[in-house]
């Protein structure tokens, strides 16, 4: 049984289904599969008179999920293994939501119920397909490794990462990425004559891998892609510099080895911080001289400069500081320095409200020449 269960994981699943259980409470359980949809109107039934079609969401190995019809006898809920119509034969899966909700995904995916023709589902899964399913499962794992060496022996530059088999085991589905178009027509000549099964290879990108395999990102979590992300917008670096982030491909990119697709999620609150920024481009002249921009703070609205004659020195002020200097410098105004008065009060107190060390905000302000010195260590006696 433990076999089964980790093959079951890798599908998405806490356990392996048991063919005994009238209903798979423990295979399918809140934040147990990938993409997981939360029904929030469960409780609300919909008004009497109200025409109705019966449609079920059903998923099967990781992310893949699809919409069927379900018959007017049959009466399905979530966590039902069903078996469905497929082409050819049939597939067996878990019916993830049912009722009104289906709805509104079909319509946050842009699927039309009125033109689009579902498949059907022909019943609640016996425990004769439970077992041939279970069976077709602890298959994958051999099958993609014998794959990957069938695929090397034929000198193909690809590389298979997923196999997913159908319910019936008939059929098996080879996810593989490739950086160029490949000509696998003898490749599934011989995985066919290896495995005795229909064979359809399915080219997915770096993002779709990472989803389908899962992992822990950087951050100690489960990766997005594999637990709710489903629209992988493109991540460019101008994001990462607005937010001023070290351009490193190694801690930028991801597991898929693409910029990570969390960079976007705090890119429009910096965009919306920044509008309220003074222009940076422009240097700030005081009768110290002249002074310019070196980085900004953007989330705690501080800004660096350094004067032209000590670069070195790094100057922390406020954005509404620097506006007030460039209005005064319109005006042929220069004022005494850069630093306001009482700025070190209105750092500290920021400090407190924010939870950051005072040193962290306060120690560009203290010029190099009076900053104390280290003691050198007197040597012991005896040693020179």
Sequence with gaps: ???????????????????????????????????????????????????????????????RKDFFQVPDDLQLEEGDIVAVEASPGHDIGIVTIAGEIVKLQLKNKKIDIHKTEFKKVYRKAKVTDIEKWVAAVELEK??????????????????????EYQGDKTKAIFYY??????????????????????IEMRQIGMRQEASRLGGI???????????????FRSVSTNAART????????????????LKCCINYENDCYLDTLKDHPDTSSALQTKKGKAYHQKTD???????????DNPSNFICITADRVKEILELNRKNISPEALEEEGFAEVVTERNQNTGYEED????????????PKRKRKKPRPGKK
């Design 1 to 63: 049984m433990e076999n089964n269960n980790n093959n079951f994981i890798s599908r998405g699943c806490r356990c392996a289904p048991r063919p005994n259980a009238s209903r798979q409470e423990e295979l399918h359980a809140h934040s147990c599969t990938k993409l997981n949809v939360f029904n929030w109107i469960d409780n609300i039934k919909p008004p009497k008179n109200f025409p109705t079609r019966e449609l079920v969401e059903v998923r099967f190995k990781n992310s």
């Design 142 to 163: 051999t099958t993609m490794y014998g794959s990957r060496e069938i695929a090397s022996s034929l000198k193909l530059d690809m590389k298979i990462s997923d196999v």
């Design 177 to 198: 990425t490739a950086d160029e178009r490949v000509d696998f027509r003898e490749l599934i000549k011989v995985l066919a004559d290896t495995f005795n099964v229909r």
């Design 217 to 231: 990102g950087s951050c100690g979590r489960e990766l997005c892609c594999s637990t709710w992300l489903t629209n």
């Design 243 to 258: 937010q001023q982030l070290s351009l490193n491909p190694q801690k930028l990119a991801g597991q898929c080895s693409k």
């Design 298 to 308: 953007i989330l705690r609205n501080l800004m660096y400069y350094t004067y032209h």
């Design 360 to 371: 962290s905000l306060t120690r560009f302000d203290t010029p190099a020449s009076s900053k």
